[in-house]
């Protein structure tokens, strides 16, 4: 399971004993966030909650690049596994299934997009002019940048309070994120395009989106869906960005009857 830009592993809320229920799950820490941070090292282990579902060790740090993520990645798992990737996290779930699909059997993309900033053929992305002031706005105030960047992503879900109120919670519960990963994370929404990969990406894909969705729209999700070779796409009424946080529930037994439902390749 990969989470989405400034965040961490530990974001997935209730949704993970549900599945640790019936798979193995593993949390991961992208470079320079939560746990994959370079100067925790060994003491960020022993700071662990045994109860969640974890990889058993913090994947080690290294340039942010999209490319690079996608490496390390890679080379954490010796067997083919199931890909779950958020927003930011679904990009890099679909770089991974392009460059390395021998390591991947199905894909879940939640709130994500092959290209998140708006383009002249594409419409369906954040405006350039808004992705510059977050990034002159992280050089300043992170942490409200970061803050900011929430309510966002909440806005207009069922439950905005209550939902925006807990992930302020969660955001720096395993410590602040690498400010350099920060940086790189937000040139990787605004620089990637993966449109001309989806075609390439040959695993069975769930595509999730949230019916009020505002960074990364269910247009964005269906376009998606449309181009990925074996796709089907499921939108969860009256969530926002972070549907398995405020539909927990529709968002498992949808990523369980896919789970069950679709051939590995």
């Not at 990889?55 to 010796?78: G, K, N, Y």
């Not at 990737?85 to 890099?92: A, E, R, T």
């Not at 925006?164 to 720096?172: I, S």
Request: hydrophobic share 40%.
């Amino acid at each position: 399971m990969l989470h989405g830009w400034g965040m961490h592993g530990g974001i997935w809320g209730e949704v993970v004993p549900q599945l640790a229920q019936h798979f193995r799950v593993h949390c991961v820490d992208l470079p320079g966030h939560g746990y994959s941070k370079a100067e925790k090292g060994e003491e960020a282990r022993g700071k662990r909650k045994t109860s969640e579902p974890q990889l058993p060790f913090p994947l080690l740090p290294s340039p942010f690049s999209l490319d690079a993520i996608v490496s390390e990645l890679s080379v954490q798992f010796d067997e083919p596994v199931n890909v779950c990737g958020w927003s930011l996290g679904g990009m890099i779930a679909q770089r991974w299934a392009v460059r390395d699909p021998g390591k991947i059997k199905r894909l879940v993309l939640v709130a994500s997009t092959p290209c998140f900033a708006e383009r002249e053929d594409w419409l369906f992305g954040m405006a350039a002019d808004t992705l510059r002031q977050f990034a002159a706005e992280l050089e300043r105030d992170y942490a409200a940048t970061l803050r900011r960047f929430l309510a966002l992503q909440m806005r207009g879900s069922a439950s905005e309070r209550a939902l925006l109120a807990d992930l302020r919670t969660r955001l720096f519960s395993r410590g602040e994120p690498d400010i350099d990963a920060l940086r790189a994370g937000l040139n990787i929404l605004r620089d990637a395009d993966l449109r001309t990969d989806l075609p390439a990406i040959r695993q069975p894909t769930l595509v999730i989106s949230g019916e009020r969705d505002r960074l990364t729209p269910p247009q964005a999700s269906a376009c998606l869906a449309q181009n990925l070779p074996d796709a089907r796409m499921v939108e969860i009424k009256g969530a926002a960005h972070a549907p398995f946080l405020s539909h927990p529930e529709i968002f498992v037994a949808q990523l369980m009857d896919f789970m069950q439902d679709s051939p590995q390749i």
